[in-house]
């Protein structure tokens, strides 16, 4: 029985520091959060408003059509607005720049370490057919979100590195 549960505790620790392999951290500059990303991925600068830091993966070949990413958004928001009513508020603007925007689902998640809200709409971008998944999080007033941008032929696939970086992010002030 011992020798059976050594067992299972050596293989799940080579599962976690298998899969932390495939992940690097990131902090803030500014100290706000961090997060992890998969390794093979670009860290971008933030090229937005409101958007601290962009990763970004690599194309996966010739018939890629595009660069699966996710952002980091970080800012003072009004006092008493709750996960729910910024991700509500926030939701509302994809709708006059993504072509065919669909709202595909609007709740609270509770997965990683902070409560969160999640909503999850999909359209078309630069000719191709996207899901966007995006986490709001609340705290000491300040907002806090986490966008993830992937092809929607590929969400299934992606879906592995997604709850591992929503897992991993942490708020630092």
């Known amino acids: 029985m011992r020798f059976h549960l050594l067992c299972a505790a050596l293989l799940s620790l080579c599962f976690v520091v298998s899969c932390s392999r495939d992940y690097r ?6 100290g706000r959060f961090s997060v992890d990303y998969p390794r093979t991925w ?34 003072d928001i009004p006092a008493g607005l709750t996960e729910e009513s910024f991700a509500k508020a926030a939701a509302e603007a994809p709708k006059a720049y993504i ?11 509770s997965k990683g ?9 999909s359209g078309e971008l630069a000719g191709s057919e996207l899901m966007w998944e995006q986490y709001f999080f609340v705290r000491k007033g300040m907002g806090y979100s986490v966008i993830f941008t992937i092809s929607a032929k590929k969400i299934d696939a992606y879906r592995p590195a997604i709850d591992h970086v929503v897992q991993s992010f942490r708020i630092r002030n």
Do not use: C, H
Request: aromatic share 16%.
């Open 99 to 109: 072509p065919k925007f669909r709202l595909l689902s609007q709740e609270p998640f």
């Open 42 to 75: 670009d860290i971008k600068p933030g090229s937005q408003t409101g958007v601290a830091v962009t990763f970004e993966s690599r194309m996966e070949g010739f018939d890629d059509d595009f660069p699966e990413n996710f952002s980091v958004t970080a800012g």
């Open 113 to 121: 370490k902070y409560p969160a809200f999640r909503v999850v709409y």
């Open 25 to 30: 951290g990131f902090e803030d500059g500014s």
